[in-house]
């Protein structure tokens, strides 16, 4: 039977035993070579490709960031690190047409519901990358109130569950008791890895039917972070009050167009080097090898939280997904997770990890339909991208992360050229999109609805970002931290509309 008469501490110190960590490793390496062989079994294989998608959210009220009240999560959506968190996601779909659309629909009613029950509130649900106005006691308060529970740090603003306070004091202990973020305009140090809840992402998740052909598409999306970040990136922004600001102009031109990679890597990785850009794989089998490798972090048992024999593939299979879940690679394979459909049956997918939350619902699926038909479109066309360096994927990535559409990105042509000419990269990769999509049978007006707002971008120079920062510069005469809220305001109100960013005013 689940242990139910531990406190959340308590079950935190239980997770951080050497004897829990012992244990916990044994079965993932057990549970680890059920999912070998399901594999070499073709149990993993599906009829279809299909499609999902995770949007982390944040609140806001009239004066700032804001804690979102417990009715909103009797609406379809999920709590998530901080407070001011929520997570909408979608069951998965058949990649298609009638999927895409399936996927808009899903995501419209959780998002519709979900607003509705904050606005009851008086709170706002924002579809955003970062949240660069503070709540009204200030980010540094908001985020650094921690109590001690007798050795174990509790942030008090972060949702009530063992296994984050785990994840966290884990961490915690690895860094030697705090998280520092350097970014430029700011150096600040957080008592808590409740600092990452800064930011909110999008994963697209694309299922593969035939689990031997994940390492064509999983070395594919490595090489795809650069270009696809670039043109979606939405957090050049920490919250004002984190900076001590001299010269806005210089800061508006040195930041970074998308903070949530360096807020990321830096809230987890004082010691171990957990987030990054994952190596390639030669055979799926590898991403399991690669996962047993991984340092454990804060492992739990799962009859701490669950009663009942494990009759089920995801009960038999409990610990070695909860280790995956500290997995953070910008790439990610789940091998053994949930297909389309019902049924026990399992299946090989990728989530594509780097992305931040777009302004709109069209903007959200949007990327996902590009990462999933660019991916469809390099493996059935056999384009030579994949022969592009590791190293200078990951380059172009980090490039993609600082400068955005002005990054040196890295790419190699159809005929097998390495080029760092961005006209060509992105006439190429819109065009291997395109051919995915079509691939899988969606119509060229679905196509163009979702694609051309991100040809729109490039042909403008206009990302989410670049938008944020020069709304900023035309308010600066009011000085820096007004500048940043009149931006936010006028963000929230332009992604309501629905309006592609490309043709916000």
């Known amino acids: 039977m689940a242990d139910t008469t531990d406190t959340g501490t308590e079950l935190v110190r239980r997770s951080l035993s050497d004897e829990t960590e012992a244990i916990f490793d044994e079965r993932v390496e057990e549970q680890a070579e059920t999912v070998a062989e399901l594999l070499s079994d073709g149990e993993l294989d599906n009829p279809s490709f299909a499609l999902g998608i995770e949007i982390e959210t944040y609140a806001v009220d009239d004066s700032g960031l804001a804690r979102l009240p417990d009715p909103v999560f009797e609406a379809p959506c999920d709590r998530e690190l901080g407070l001011h968190n929520a997570e909408l996601h979608t069951e998965p779909t058949r990649f298609d047409e009638d999927g895409i659309a399936a996927q808009v629909a899903q995501l419209r009613e959780n998002l519709d519901a979900s607003r509705a029950a904050a606005d009851d509130a008086d709170t706002e649900i924002v579809l955003d990358a970062m ?185 038999r299979l409990w610990e070695f997904d909860h280790k995956r879940g500290t997995y953070w690679r910008w790439v990610r394979s789940v091998v053994g997770g949930q297909p389309v459909g019902e049924g026990d049956s399992r299946s090989v997918r990728i989530e594509y990890r780097p992305l931040p939350a777009q302004p709109t619902i069209r903007g959200n699926v949007g990327l996902q339909v590009l990462v999933a038909g660019l991916l469809r479109g390099i493996v059935a066309t056999d384009h030579p991208l994949i022969e592009l360096d590791h190293e200078a994927a990951e380059r172009s990535f980090y490039a993609a992360a600082e400068d955005g559409l002005e990054g040196d990105l890295a790419w190699i042509t159809a005929d097998g050229e390495y080029t760092e000419a961005n006209d060509d990269i992105y006439e190429e990769l819109f065009d291997l999109v395109r051919t995915g999509l079509d691939v899988q049978g969606v119509s060229s007006d679905m196509i163009t609805h979702y694609i051309e707002p991100f040809e729109d971008r490039w042909a403008h120079g206009v990302t989410p970002s670049t938008w944020k920062l020069d709304r900023v510069r035309s308010e600066l005469d009011a000085g820096f931290e007004d500048a940043v809220r009149a931006m936010q305001r006028a963000y929230r109100e332009q992604s309501r509309s629905e309006t592609p960013v490309a043709d916000w005013e």
């Not at 052909?213 to 050049?236: E, F, Q, W």
């Not at 799926?284 to 490798?293: F, G, K, N, Q, V």
Request: some cysteine; hydrophobic content about 35%.
């Open 131 to 315: 949240w660069a106005v503070p709540p009204s006691e200030g980010t540094q308060s908001y985020l650094g109130d921690v109590e001690d529970d007798e050795g174990v740090t509790i942030a008090q603003n972060m949702t009530a569950s063992p296994r984050y306070w785990a994840l966290d004091n884990e961490i915690l202990a690895q860094g030697n008791g705090s998280v520092s973020l350097s970014v430029p305009g700011a150096e600040v140090t957080f008592p808590s890895i409740l600092c990452e809840s800064l930011t909110s992402s999008i994963q697209p998740h694309l299922q593969i039917p035939d689990a031997d052909a994940l390492p064509a598409y999983y070395n594919a999306a490595i090489r795809t972070l650069g270009p696809v970040l670039a043109l979606s990136t939405n957090s050049p922004l920490l919250p004002v009050d984190l900076y001590d600001v001299d010269d806005p102009e210089r800061l508006l031109e040195e930041t970074h167009h998308e903070l949530r990679i360096a807020a990321f890597e830096q809230s987890i990785n004082a010691v171990w080097n957990k987030v990054r850009v994952p190596e390639d794989i030669e055979t799926t089998h590898d991403t399991i090898s690669y996962l047993l490798d991984d340092p454990t972090c804060a492992p739990f048992l799962r009859e701490w939280v669950a009663d009942g024999e494990r009759k089920t593939i995801d009960e």
